[in-house]
Each structure stands twice: as structure tokens, then as C-alpha cells.
């Protein structure tokens, strides 16, 4: 009777142990298959990640078709030549006019015409030179997304902000200079057509305005220039290579 329950017990403790064996064994298993499965989902996602990136790399790429511009810092080099160009045709055509205007009347009827050309030509000169800025940065954020690489020491946002101080300044630059040149104006015909309604009355009328209209122009551009400039940089601070999307 004792032999038989010692036989019943190795039996008994043979299959328990044969169960955990075969428990181990489709519990390593399944380990080894969710590993696998992970491994498998995570290469896709990585694949998918790689294809998304290509895509908005050629979508970006797409945009800078027909670009002259190869590297951001011509970008900075034609903005600054353009900005200085244009305060230097503002200043040249200003004085020409202001040159040939004394404290006489018939001075000032001899430059009239020429001195409202200025203003047309200045206004219009304001407007386009915003509008570049906003347009021209636009550009260099796409240079941006398509040059900068992991492998360089600046990351897209460090070089954004080599691009702020340029456009910010020719902002400022283009509004102080057509500010003071129409107080002047101001200060030096307003004597000399003091005793001349019509004629002040018409310098008053356009002064006016056109000071509202460029500086109307300033903050709506920069205005542009900024939200734009926000939108990307958290966009370069997410990894995004599509910048594109942020353009207004």
C-alpha cells in the first residue's frame, strides 16, 4: 500500500513538474512573441516616420522651386542690401527735392510737384519693402528646414533668431526714416506757406495720411512677421520639417 501512494506521488509530481515546464515554456513564448510585435510596430511607425518626413521634405523642396537663394545667409545678406537701397533711394529723391526749397514761396512752387511725388513713391516704397521682409523670411525658413540636419551645431530655432534682428531692425529702420523726413518737411514749409491756406492745407492733408498708411503697413507686415516667425519655431521645436503649413 505505501509502495503504491510513493508511485502515485512521483507521478503526480512528475505531470506538476511537466506542467510548469510547458507553463515556462508558452510563457517565454509569448514574451518572445510580444517582443517581436513591438519590434515589428515599432519599425513601421519608424518607416511611416521616415516616409512622413520625406514627403513634407519634398513638399518644402517644392516650394523652393525656382529659389535663387542656396543658403540662408544670402537670404540676411539680401534683405540688408535691399533695406539699405531702399532708405538710400528715400534719402537721395528726399533731398533733391528739400535741396532746392529755401524760405521762399516760388522755391516751394518750383518743387511742389516733385515733393508729392516723393510721397507717392516713398508710401508705395514702404509697403513694398514690409511686404519683402515677411515674404523674404518665409524663404529662409524654408532654407532652414531643408539644410539643417542633426549633424549641424545650430538647431533650426538657434538659427531663426539670426534672421529676428535683421528684419527687425529694417522695420524700425524704414519707419524712423520716413517719420523724420515728414516732420521736417513739416517744419520747414510750414513758414514758408504759413500765409498760403491752399497750399498748407494740402501739405496737411497728405502728411497726415500718408504717415497713418505706412505706419498701418509697418504693423500689419510685422504683425505677419512675428505670428509666422512663433508658428515655426515651435514647429522646428517639435521636429517638423513642413513649415510651410504655418504660411499665411
Known amino acids: 500500500m505505501r509502495k503504491i501512494a510513493i508511485v502515485v506521488f512521483s507521478l503526480i509530481l512528475m505531470l506538476t513538474v511537466l506542467g510548469c515546464t510547458d507553463a515556462g515554456q508558452r510563457k517565454t513564448e509569448q514574451e518572445a512573441a510580444s517582443i517581436e510585435n513591438s519590434q515589428s510596430i515599432a519599425n513601421e511607425e519608424k518607416k511611416e516616420n521616415n516616409e512622413d518626413k520625406q514627403n513634407d ?12 537663394y542656396k543658403a540662408c545667409e544670402d537670404v540676411i545678406d539680401d534683405i540688408n542690401n535691399d533695406v539699405n ?3 538710400k533711394e528715400i534719402e537721395d529723391r528726399y533731398n533733391a527735392v528739400m535741396s532746392e526749397i529755401d524760405d521762399t ?3 516751394y512752387s518750383q518743387q511742389e510737384a516733385a ?5 507717392d513713391f516713398t508710401q508705395k516704397e514702404a509697403e513694398k519693402v514690409y511686404s519683402m521682409l515677411v515674404e523674404r523670411s518665409k524663404v529662409y525658413y524654408m532654407l532652414l528646414a531643408v539644410t539643417v540636419g542633426p549633424e549641424n551645431v545650430f538647431s533650426p530655432t538657434d538659427r531663426m533668431i539670426k534672421l529676428h534682428m535683421p528684419v527687425y531692425t529694417a522695420f524700425d529702420d524704414i519707419w524712423m526714416s520716413i517719420y523724420m523726413k515728414n516732420s521736417e518737411i513739416w517744419n520747414k514749409l510750414y513758414p514758408v506757406l504759413n500765409t498760403h491756406g491752399d497750399d498748407l492745407k494740402k501739405l496737411k492733408d497728405t502728411r497726415e495720411p ?3 498708411a505706412v505706419k498701418e503697413y509697418k504693423t500689419t507686415y510685422y504683425t505677419q512677421y512675428q505670428e509666422t516667425y512663433d508658428k515655426v519655431y515651435k514647429g522646428f521645436q517639435n521636429g517638423e520639417i513642413n513649415i510651410v503649413k504655418y504660411f499665411d
Do not use: N, P
Not at 57 to 68: D, P
Not at 115 to 119: A, K, P
Open 57 to 68: 521634405l519634398e513638399t518644402v523642396l517644392k516650394q523652393l522651386e525656382g529659389i535663387r
Open 85 to 87: 537701397q531702399s532708405l
Open 105 to 107: 514761396y516760388e522755391s
Open 115 to 119: 515733393l508729392y511725388e516723393w510721397y
Open 210 to 212: 500718408f504717415l497713418d
